[in-house]
């Protein structure tokens, strides 16, 4: 059911002192699969893009569900979709394994909605990326 999937391998710079990554990393790997799958699906989130239309997305809420460790290299596939679509909000749910591996390591909810930059309120998501969701 999940729409995209994102590789990688857990880097060093990413473990603690118990040789597990650090709990904080694993919203970056949210972050990282988050802005591969809008690059996937055509929609440019860059800083630079986002400034010229006058719009951003706005984290309102992240959640993580640590359900086992993860180990420097291990090859991870973190798993994405858009569980809701609102007027102005996108509720990501995502998913981690390990290569290979159906027991899931953690999952998560990262919240955006889409603000105008200038009020810094709400605004309708686009049609468009609207479609390609």
Partial sequence: DFAFFFFFCVRYSEIDAQGIVYNAHYLTYFDLTITEYM????????????????????????????????????????????????????????????????DVLSSGEVIWVYTDQQTHKSTPLPAELVERL
């Avoid at 993580?64 to 596939?77: F, I, Q």
């Fill in 39 to 102: 690059r996937h699906i055509g929609c440019n989130v860059s800083p630079l893009a986002m400034q010229t239309q006058g719009k951003d997305f706005h984290v309102v809420k992240a959640t993580v569900e640590y359900k086992a460790p993860m180990r420097y290299d291990d090859e991870l596939e973190i798993h994405i979709r858009a569980g809701r679509v609102g007027r102005s909000s996108i509720t990501w749910e995502l998913a981690i394994f390990r290569k290979g591996e159906e």
